[in-house]
């Protein structure tokens, strides 16, 4: 207990503020300036529990991967957990966010794969901090733990991406949802006490996956309800509702849209998703015309 009245406590919050703010930041300008704080607008603040939610398909782990791709550019090592991808499969998907090039060259095969680019994207890599992920996929949560423990308190990790959150629960419907509120508390504990970042992605439940994908999404609708909606300290949703796609099929338009921010102000971004390279920026000033409302 402390009696925040007492000046000893008022020094200390005084020297904290005059410093310099210490964040992450993230590809997308305007997220970065929605974040004050310790986000500073600079980006994601240390400590800070951040959840992006999406029905399948529409770009979650394009998503996680900006963000950890944008976080190593800044300096950042990155614990990447995919409870739904192999290693090798999210090494294709980086290799083209991170290096620019098309995906399509990191395929399956000698007539696919292609050495030129791969030593390119190679050259880009490895100019990069460490970005470490678990030898094999399991959906045991102790596993889970155990693997950003060491990633954070002995390989020196300060941001963690856990994809996605239902992934790590099964039984009953109950059981899943019980799980979902341990697994969250947990995570959201360690960030606060490590100091971290978390990006953690999520599904929506039935309802707002179903049919119901005319309706903006909201943070109610995610899958685990008020456990995560209440922990988070920001909650991002791709817009399912205002979803498309360019006429030569190279990518989508859509929006990021900051449903609570516990450190500023909400808002929607609108947002550009390649299916060449994978790339997700922000719209250009003279391209809004061309978004769906949000």
């Avoid at 988070?232 to 190279?250: F, M, Q």
Wanted: with cysteine; glycine share 8%.
């Amino acid at each position: 207990m402390i009696d925040i009245n007492k000046e000893y406590f008022q020094r200390e919050y005084a020297e904290k503020q005059r410093q310099e703010p210490d964040a992450i930041p993230t590809h997308l300008p305007s997220y970065n300036s929605l974040m004050h704080d310790a986000g500073g607008q600079i980006g994601n603040g240390r400590g800070w529990f951040v959840v992006w939610a999406g029905v399948p398909g529409l770009g979650k782990s394009i998503s996680a991967l900006s963000l950890a791709t944008a976080a190593l550019e800044a300096g950042e090592t990155v614990a990447y957990v995919s409870l739904e991808m192999s290693k090798i499969q999210i090494m294709s998907r980086y290799a083209a966010i991170a290096s620019g090039l098309d995906v399509n060259f990191f395929g399956r095969g000698p007539d696919k794969f292609n050495e030129v680019a791969w030593k390119q994207a190679q050259q880009k890599l490895r100019s990069l901090p460490p970005m470490y992920m678990p030898d094999t996929i399991s959906s045991d949560w102790s596993d889970a733990v155990d693997f950003i423990k060491e990633a954070v308190e002995v390989k020196g990790a300060t941001m963690v991406v856990f994809d996605y959150l239902q992934l790590a629960s099964t039984g009953t419907e109950s059981d899943i949802m019980r799980g979902i509120s341990q697994m969250t508390t947990d995570l959201r504990q360690y960030t606060v006490e490590s100091n971290i970042v978390t990006i953690c992605l999520s599904q929506f439940n039935r309802e707002t996956s179903g049919s119901n994908f005319k309706m903006r999404p909201r943070a109610s609708g995610l899958y685990g309800g008020a456990y995560i909606e209440q922990c988070a300290d920001v909650i991002v949703a791709l817009s399912h509702h205002a979803y498309e796609r360019d006429t030569e099929g190279n990518g989508a338009r859509l929006w990021a849209c900051v449903l609570k921010n516990r450190h500023g102000a909400v808002g929607d971004i609108p947002i550009y998703q390649s299916y060449r390279d994978l790339s997700q920026r922000e719209a250009l000033e003279d391209e809004m015309s061309e978004w769906p409302e949000p």
